[in-house]
């Protein structure tokens, strides 16, 4: 991973999303670059490390696709002159934050085919668990890949049963028979744009409406930024495919038993104002906060969250508890891909120069400080220690997940067990580590209230994983 992100995740400790997706095509024929780049920047929390937009024109010729993609923020990499540089009127987007595949260009997606049938560019969120067999099976039938990504591996299934496929929805249906693991995806073939989402529906994907197009987005935070209607999520194991003629849905592939919505975009992942399989975000964040008001209460003098995500959680404990709600950090929000993190020897500290503590808003009070998780306990205690010098009497933490206990393998970075602090500690030793007075997770029963009682995969939380995990942890698989 780019070292600069790694060193911004450690600062935050936070897991990191693998993937943004977007997609439009309008009917009368506008060209959709820029709102691409709009709908990716409302994506941007998704990913930070490389960026794509790929567009083709639905009356030129078939084979013709322009894209640009490179390393960087969505601002950085696209100006006005390489947006004016794209035209068509059906594209594809993508932010990525890489878990699975090196933080490389050649990574970066949207990807785009050229193959028999056409041209097809393929936008992916999520990581398959088959991946490496699929490789394996695709490199000897004589594939060459030139990345080492999993969709890349998805868009060759697409390709070889486009082949032996009349349409090609039809192949994408083929190929979703043979992948497994989390996938929410957006393809542009010549004449059409088509959204997939696996059958456990991991990560999101929603379809709007703006005037007469049809936009896929990984989240309802990127249709409001661009003007367009919530039309309605894709379902769980549901191919979406628009044309000229409107919508089509396939669900053969739907089994509604099989659903597990990954509940850590409720918890920290999807922006606040996104609303995800008919769950409000924000409102999931502030029960959180509720509930952990009720299973762990403190008497104290004022709670605070710590910016962004711990935000929500910190009113809803609050509104529940009755003790006021206060603001307690500033965020300097320029900490980007070029920080360069203080040396050890260096006064300075890396949460320090992100986050400052009002001395005025803790001094000589009991504070509750909420986050949304802890992941490796890089920087909770410096946090704890923060709110002491600034005079806070008693510091006492909840945090609005439960303790990371597994890794995940469906498309987010939350690593091996042993970097976990909860693993082989218990709550207390964890307090012990953090310095604070008390600590308090959400309890895992609280999990599917908080998401509306959706069927949830917590996999990470409770070792229970939706679907069988591999082996071994074959994230980076291919680099090796
Ligand atoms: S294991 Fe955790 S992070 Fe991964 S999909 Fe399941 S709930 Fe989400």
Redesign the pocket.
């Known amino acids: 991973m780019n070292e600069n992100l790694h060193i911004q995740r450690e600062v935050d400790d936070k897991?990191g999303e693998e993937c943004g997706v977007f997609g439009i095509y309008d009917f009368d024929g506008n060209d959709i670059a820029q709102t691409i780049y709009y709908g990716l920047f409302a994506l941007q929390h998704r990913g930070q490390e490389s960026c794509g937009i790929a567009v083709s024109d639905t009356e030129g010729p078939k084979g013709k696709v322009d894209s640009c993609k490179g390393m960087g923020l969505v601002n950085e990499v696209f100006d006005a002159e390489k947006l004016e540089n794209l035209h068509g009127n059906i594209g594809v987007g993508h932010v990525r934050y890489s878990t699975a595949g090196a933080s490389t260009r050649e990574n970066a997606q949207p990807l785009v085919l050229n193959y028999i049938k056409g041209t097809l560019a393929l936008a992916h969120n999520g990581n398959l668990i088959n991946a490496p067999q699929l490789r394996e099976e695709l490199a000897y039938g004589g594939a060459i890949f030139q990345t080492t990504i999993d969709s890349e591996v998805i868009a060759y299934h697409i390709a070889r049963e486009r082949v032996r496929s009349k349409t090609a929805e039809e192949a994408v249906a083929r190929a979703m028979q043979k992948i497994k693991g989390?996938y929410s995806l957006v393809i542009m073939s010549p004449r059409k744009l088509m959204g997939a989402r696996d059958p456990q529906g991991?990560r999101p994907l929603c379809i709007g409406k703006r005037g007469n197009a049809y936009v896929l987005a990984s989240e309802t935070c990127a249709l409001d930024t661009i003007g367009a209607e919530f039309v309605r999520d894709v379902l769980p194991g549901e191919i979406v495919t628009i044309t000229q003629e409107g919508i089509k849905s396939d669900t053969r592939l739907c089994q509604k038993q099989q659903t597990?919505h990954?509940?850590?975009?409720y918890i920290y992942f999807a922006r606040p104002d996104s609303v995800i399989d008919g769950v409000s975000v924000y409102h999931s964040r502030l029960m959180a906060g509720r509930y952990l008001a009720m299973d762990s209460p403190v008497d104290a003098d004022i709670v605070v969250g710590v910016p962004e995500s711990g935000n929500a959680a910190a009113l809803g404990y609050s509104l529940q508890s009755g003790i006021p709600y206060g603001t307690a950090f500033v965020k300097n929000g320029y900490v980007g891909r070029t920080f360069i993190k203080p040396k050890q020897s260096s006064r300075e500290s890396s949460v320090r120069v992100k986050l400052n503590v009002l001395r005025e808003a803790v001094e000589g009070k009991r504070v509750i400080m909420i986050d949304d998780s802890i992941v490796r306990g890089t920087t909770s205690d410096r946090i704890v220690h923060m709110l002491r010098e600034a005079g806070a009497k008693e510091v006492h933490m909840r945090v609005s997940s439960p303790p990371f206990l597994?890794p995940?393998?469906?498309?987010?970075d939350?690593p091996a067990r042993e970097q976990l602090i909860a693993y082989n500690r218990t709550v207390e030793e964890i307090r012990q580590v953090i310095g604070a007075d008390s600590l308090g997770y959400l309890d895992c029963s609280r999990l599917r209230q908080m998401a509306g009682d959706l069927p949830?995969?917590?996999?990470?939380?409770t070792g229970n994983?939706?679907l069988d995990p591999p082996m071994e942890d074959i994230r980076g698989e291919f680099e090796q």
């Open positions: 897991p989390a991991f597990a990954c509940v850590f975009e597994w995940c393998y469906f498309g987010t939350v949830i995969c917590t996999g990470c939380f994983y939706p």
